[in-house]
């Protein structure tokens, strides 16, 4: 028995589908496992987070945990922030060196595989981070302590318990979110 031509294209197109939900659900379970699952940060809060920073040209923004990228592509878009990003899960940094290149920012952003305990935090004047609670509290001191005097530490939505004595403000965007301020 021979495969028409439609029935092959269809098999290669359902291994390409099968490939690309296991591929997901292992980048998402190994982002779930070391910190956080990806939860997309809302426009509306990264519009009212990057206003209120109020980012000068050259700014160093580091993006811990970037997921899609979608926060750092827009400081590097709207501010001329310097952008890096920083995700465990190869998946969400292919999404987002095609959403910096289909922004045209593809040279301005560096998105670097590496679990965000183990990054050099000294390089940011900025750093935003949306990581579970329960990371948090465990990670915070080894993550901020090696980062240099005035860093801003924004945090969406989750207190961060190292940073208890730098906290800034709140900053309420809308009802479900909350950007939490620190400056070191």
């Known amino acids: 028995m021979t495969l028409t031509t439609f029935q092959s294209i269809f098999l290669i197109f359902e291994l390409f589908v099968s490939i690309a939900v296991c591929w997901t659900i292992a980048s998402m379970t190994m982002s ?97 981070i949306y990581m579970m609670p329960r990371f948090l509290a465990k990670h915070g001191q080894r993550i901020f302590n090696k980062a240099k005097p005035g860093t801003i530490v924004v945090s969406n939505t989750f207190d961060i318990p190292y940073l208890k004595d730098k906290y800034v403000k709140v900053l309420k965007p809308n009802s479900k979110s909350e950007l939490l301020f620190y400056r070191l």
Request: with cysteine.
């Open 32 to 128: 779930m496992w070391h910190g956080a699952p990806y939860v997309r940060s809302k426009s509306d809060a990264i519009d009212a987070m990057l206003k209120e920073l109020n980012l000068a040209k050259g700014t160093k923004f580091l993006e811990l945990g970037c997921g899609d990228g979608r926060v750092i592509c827009q400081a590097v878009k709207q501010y001329g922030a310097k952008g890096r990003g920083v995700d465990i899960s190869w998946l969400w940094l292919i999404l987002a060196n095609i959403r910096a290149w289909r922004m045209g920012i593809r040279k301005e952003v560096q998105f670097v595989h590496q679990n965000i305990i183990d990054v050099d935090v000294t390089w940011a004047d900025v750093i935003y």
